[in-house]
């Protein structure tokens, strides 16, 4: 479900090779990203994978909690998903699941255009839930666009970017 009385984007275009596009209910593309033992280790902070009850019951929660989207690459053939984001002002979940697509900085631009979203809707502070410390790709790649931890957690810390300051500069 979309934040409360805020329409959400069926996309949100990010360049010409990268958009979000809205969660519709469909995810079985999606089964073999969850697989993928170190992602789900980096992501949940076990080693396991996912059944697909358990992508549906995810794909279910992040719907009810924000915008859920899809993160998408531009190829010859057309858009391929390769990555999962969930947007609200509390937390920004993000999975790159294709690993091919890994380490190339689409987190990074994913993150700026959420964050620019942020501004839209008029926040002026976005928080992610806890990134573990053994996750030094998603702590580069939140700090790299304006976040800074703010709290500890049981695995790692709580992040926070507040419009604004000096540690949004990043971000811009």
Known sequence: MPIA?????????IDTELR???????FDFAFDWYQDEEMV?????????????????????LHRKGELYF??????EGWKPIGDVTFWQQDMPIVIG?????????????VRRLIERGRQ??????????????????????????FRPYAKTENGDKYILEFGTQNDSAAE
Not at 5 to 13: A, D, F, G, K, S
Not at 98 to 109: L, M
């Open 121 to 146: 809707l008029g926040y002026s502070t976005l928080y992610i839930g806890d990134i573990y410390s053994w996750n030094a790709a998603s702590r580069r790649c939140f700090e790299s666009q304006g």
């Open 41 to 61: 280790w980096m992501m949940d902070g076990v080693r396991r994978t996912y059944d697909m009850e358990m992508l549906r019951g995810m794909y279910e929660y």
């Open 71 to 76: 993160i998408e690459v531009c190829t010859p």
């Open 20 to 26: 979000l596009r809205r969660y519709d209910g469909k």
């Open 98 to 110: 294709d690993a091919a697509c890994r380490g190339r900085g689409i987190g990074r631009r994913v």
């Open 5 to 13: 009385n805020i329409p959400q984007p069926e996309l949100l275009p």
